[in-house]
């Protein structure tokens, strides 16, 4: 019939995916094949010509001590925030889990740092930090104590965590569902045999939860890598670019240094940093995945 | 019996210790927001003085609200937002819905194959790679930006491949072939087929996807900002920044500002919680 010509499969195509591909050619492939050619061009942002330079922009990048600096605290942050969130955000499932009075009411409050946006949250935790916490400090210790976000370290530790606080309730979400697909008849065969509560936790409901694990240390850290928001909030990268993170510093060495071929290969390598890591991640966690 | 008692108050203290522990857990974790809502009230004197007092020593103020209204412009940016969060939604839905449904039904069509992978593939790539070449086209070569319908477009353009496989799942598992076949036979187009008996049976999912793309275009800040760059374009994540740049130092007006940025979504959630709660969760395990 006229319904498997290829004329009219694509016809039909057009009609109804025709948009959504456009659309992502548009702001997705189109810009990524153009992007990678930027690198290679020594663009300034203004001009017409885009001067080819080869590779000179990965050799300055790889020469860039601030984005390997930018890029290392990135890690870094990555690390504390990802354990944290996610150890906080299993306690909490497993809280809002365990039947206690209410547990839908703390379950929704939990989320509510996922509704605001991240310059919001950051501009709300700098009053938090700058004010609150400082007045909190004196009271107690007496005279003026310095802001948290005024040291390096403690504004590494800021941005800490703001993201913790920000995305425990989000993760929170992904463990609860992965409680509840812990069916009780496994739980209770377990304790028939018997296992203590924590002997059923740790060996029967968390191995079977493995996929959660999975999927929030992938949500966590890709999220963390990128972020840029809060940063910008937060920090803004102070005090002395101390917590400038490698987002930011793409931001800066593109938009505000015009430097935009480096800029542009300083992402690319981002992404490749980001992409090797949550692949990693993924088939590590997918490997050892068991079922009931 | 005693064994069951016994047990029974053993369960009945954990659970009174898990609750006061949730308790605490809880309270940190909307204090942030709670000191915004008590300084919003108070002068600007009273919160350098004490931020952490209930009251100030000058008294209940509602002097922030209207001034930081004004000054942020908040009517229009509000529209902005909305303007632009709910045609984004809606378009997001129709587009990548159909896109769904095609590459659903032609599997054995090797293009749909490629446009399938290549889809899922891109959901990898962050937004930091896009960015520049993105304002090198649209800015530099087009001159698109500081509209409206830009920005529209590429947060459709931007969350196609994402709905598109939540929908793609959807259409898999819950429509069967015999329906369409059955609607063919009674006369309808594809198009009538789609609109009328495929897409009404997919409105769980049109509720996740509309949900978890709404919270993000309302709260986006690093593509709108280069997008739009004129004032009366502003969305509330640009105008926040651009006011927290003018008037940091006016410690009130930015209370009454961040409480103003965080209000819409705020009375959104005690209304849908439910909805956004199971609507979030479904999302982030299916994708």
């Given at each position: 019939m006229k319904q498997n010509t290829l004329s009219y499969k694509i016809k039909q195509y057009l009609m109804f995916a025709g948009p959504g591909t456009i659309l992502f050619f548009c702001v997705v492939i189109v810009p990524f094949i153009y992007g990678v050619y930027l690198t290679f061009t020594s663009w300034d942002g203004v001009s017409a010509k885009k001067p080819w330079v080869g590779l000179a922009n990965y050799a300055a990048a790889f020469a860039d001590k601030d984005y390997w600096a930018a890029l290392g605290r990135t890690a870094i942050y990555s690390i504390f925030a990802v354990v944290l969130i996610n150890i906080l955000a299993f306690f909490l499932a497993y809280l809002v889990t365990s039947g206690v009075k209410g547990q839908n009411f703390f379950r929704s409050g939990f989320f509510v740092?996922?509704?605001?946006g991240g310059i919001v949250l950051g501009y709300v935790w700098k009053f938090v930090f700058n004010r609150a916490f400082v007045a909190l400090a004196s009271a107690i210790a007496g005279g003026t104590a310095p802001s948290l976000l005024s040291t390096p370290n403690g504004a590494m530790c800021a941005l800490i965590i703001v993201s913790v606080w920000q995305y425990a309730g989000y993760m929170m979400l992904i463990y609860v569902a992965g409680f509840m697909s812990v069916s009780e008849d496994v739980k209770e065969a377990s304790s028939i045999d018997g296992c203590t509560a924590s002997q059923t936790m740790w060996n029967v409901t968390v191995p079977l939860m493995r996929a959660s694990f999975v999927q929030c240390l992938f949500l966590s850290i890709t999220r963390c890598f990128v972020v840029y928001d809060v940063n910008l909030s937060l920090t803004k990268g102070e005090p002395f670019g101390s917590s400038v993170m490698a987002a930011m510093h793409v931001y800066n060495q593109a938009f505000t240094y015009k430097n935009y071929g480096l800029g542009q290969a300083e992402a690319l390598i981002l992404f490749v940093v980001c992409a090797v890591v949550g692949v990693t991640q993924v088939m590590i966690g997918k490997k050892g995945e068991v079922e009931a | 019996m005693t064994e069951n008692e016994k047990a029974a108050r053993q369960k009945k203290i954990s659970h009174a210790i898990m609750w006061i522990v949730l308790l605490v857990l809880f309270i940190c974790f909307i204090a942030p927001f709670l000191l915004v809502v008590i300084n919003v009230f108070k002068t600007k004197a009273d919160i350098t003085s004490n931020p952490l007092a209930l009251i100030g020593a000058h008294g209940f103020t509602m002097k922030n609200f209207p001034e930081a209204m004004k000054k942020m412009n908040f009517w229009t940016v509000f529209g902005n937002s909305m303007i632009i969060t709910v045609s984004s939604t809606i378009l997001t839905i129709a587009v990548s819905s159909m896109t769904a449904f095609v590459i659903v039904r032609n599997q054995k069509w090797k293009f749909c194959t490629f446009i399938f992978s290549l889809m899922i593939a891109s959901m990898v790539i962050p937004f930091q790679v896009l960015m520049v070449p993105l304002v090198s086209v649209y800015g530099g070569t087009l001159g698109v930006l500081n509209h409206r319908l830009t920005l529209i477009l590429m947060h459709v353009g931007f969350s196609v491949s994402m709905a598109m496989f939540m929908f793609h799942g959807a259409i898999r598992t819950n429509i069967p072939l015999e329906l369409e076949e059955a609607a063919t036979i009674d006369g309808c187009s594809r198009w009538q087929t789609y609109w009328k008996i495929v897409f009404p049976l997919l409105k769980p999912t049109v509720a996740t996807v509309a949900i978890i793309n709404a919270m993000a275009y309302w709260n986006d800040y690093l593509l709108p900002s280069l997008v739009l760059t004129k004032k009366e374009l502003y969305t509330i994540p640009i105008a926040t920044q651009a006011f927290y740049g003018t008037y940091s130092t006016d410690i009130g007006l930015v209370m009454a500002a961040l409480l103003l940025a965080m209000l819409p979504i705020l009375i959104l959630y005690v209304f849908l919680q439910r909805y956004i709660v199971q609507g979030v969760t479904a999302g982030a395990v299916k994708g």
């Open positions: 740092p996922n509704l605001i | -």
